[in-house]
């Protein structure tokens, strides 16, 4: 974390702490949302994400069977997203198959999930992982939604 200290007419304050990583940025914003309930993808929605954006995805718990129902995949995450079909051992070594093989434990915990790897992808690169998957609700009850967000960097 990045502690900024502005100088001000003679005088030191503090502005602001600055995340480095978006793992946490993303889970502060859903953690503010969430007092007593899980927020709803209209209010994640609602929130600004700026160059975090790219990376974001959400999934419809209600119509995700076999795979996960997209209702949005930022640029930057979809080119994570290669879908191979069940079976297919390359389905292990994508991305974003990764990340979302934590959803359903994200679900059931009703809490942030968060996973980190360094995965080696069917075309020979290792790429360093990180993802965290985060429930919402439309009824504040209920688990309905995932949104989630990810990045790699090659190593």
């Known amino acids: 974390m990045k502690l900024e200290v502005l100088e001000a007419a003679g005088r030191k ?5 600055t995340e480095r990583r978006l793992t946490e ?7 503010r949302l969430s007092d007593d309930k899980l927020p709803s993808l209209q209010e994640i929605e609602a929130l600004n994400f700026g160059p975090d954006w790219p990376f974001c995805f959400a999934v419809d718990m209600r119509l995700s069977d076999i795979f996960p129902y997209f209702l949005f995949m930022g640029d930057a ?3 994570y997203s290669t879908a191979y079909p069940m079976g297919d051992p390359r389905r292990e070594k994508t991305l974003l198959d990764t990340a979302m093989a934590k959803m359903d434990e994200a679900a059931l915990a009703r809490a942030p999930v968060e996973f980190n790897d360094i ?3 069917d075309d020979g690169r290792r790429v360093a992982f990180r993802s965290i998957l985060l429930p919402l609700s439309e ?15 090659n190593v």
């Open 139 to 153: 009824n504040g009850q209920d688990v309905t939604h995932i949104f989630g967000a990810a990045k790699g960097r």
């Open 77 to 79: 995450i979809a080119r």
């Open 119 to 121: 995965k080696q992808l």
């Open 25 to 31: 940025r993303i889970r502060n914003k859903w953690a």
């Open 13 to 17: 304050t503090t502005s602001r702490i």
